[in-house]
C-alpha cells in the first residue's frame, strides 16, 4: 500500500525557513517523479518543485533561489528547504509521487502540511 506522511510544516515570519519532509512506503519511491504542490483556498493546486531519480530537479519560478527540493533514496525521504519566506507562500504543501506503474499511471498524493509565513 502506498502511503506519503509529510512532516514540518508550521507558522514563520517572513523571511524565515521551514523544512518539509515526506516519507514514503509502498516501494515506489525510486520509480516515481517526487514533488511537492501548494494549494490555498478557493484555488488550484499548483506545482512547486519536483525530482526524478538521477536528482534532476524543476522548480516553479515564485520560488526558484529560495526553495530547494532533495531524496535520500536509502530512506524514501523527499525534503523541501524553504529559505526567505514569503507571506505569498502560505498554502497547504502536499507531497506527491507521479508513478508509471506498468503502462498505468497513477499519482498519490500526502494528507498535506499548512504553512502559514506572517508579516
Known amino acids: 500500500q502506498v502511503q506519503l506522511v509529510e512532516s514540518g510544516g508550521g507558522s514563520v515570519q517572513a523571511g524565515g525557513s521551514l523544512k518539509l519532509s515526506c516519507v514514503a512506503s509502498?516501494?515506489?519511491?525510486?520509480?516515481?517523479?517526487m514533488g511537492w504542490y501548494r494549494q490555498t483556498p478557493g484555488k488550484e493546486r499548483t506545482v512547486v518543485s519536483t525530482?526524478?531519480?538521477?536528482?534532476?530537479?524543476t522548480y516553479d519560478d515564485a520560488v526558484k533561489g529560495r526553495f530547494s527540493i532533495s531524496r535520500a533514496n536509502e530512506n524514501n525521504t523527499l525534503s523541501l528547504q524553504m529559505n526567505s519566506l514569503k507571506t505569498e507562500d502560505t498554502a497547504v504543501y502536499y507531497c506527491?509521487?507521479?508513478?508509471?506503474?506498468?503502462?498505468?499511471?497513477?499519482?498519490?498524493w500526502g494528507q498535506g502540511t499548512q504553512v502559514t509565513v506572517s508579516s
Open positions: 525530482i526524478i531519480s538521477d536528482g534532476t530537479t
Open positions: 509502498g516501494g515506489i519511491f525510486n520509480i516515481c517523479v
Open positions: 506527491a509521487a507521479d508513478c508509471l506503474i506498468g503502462v498505468v499511471r497513477r499519482t498519490f
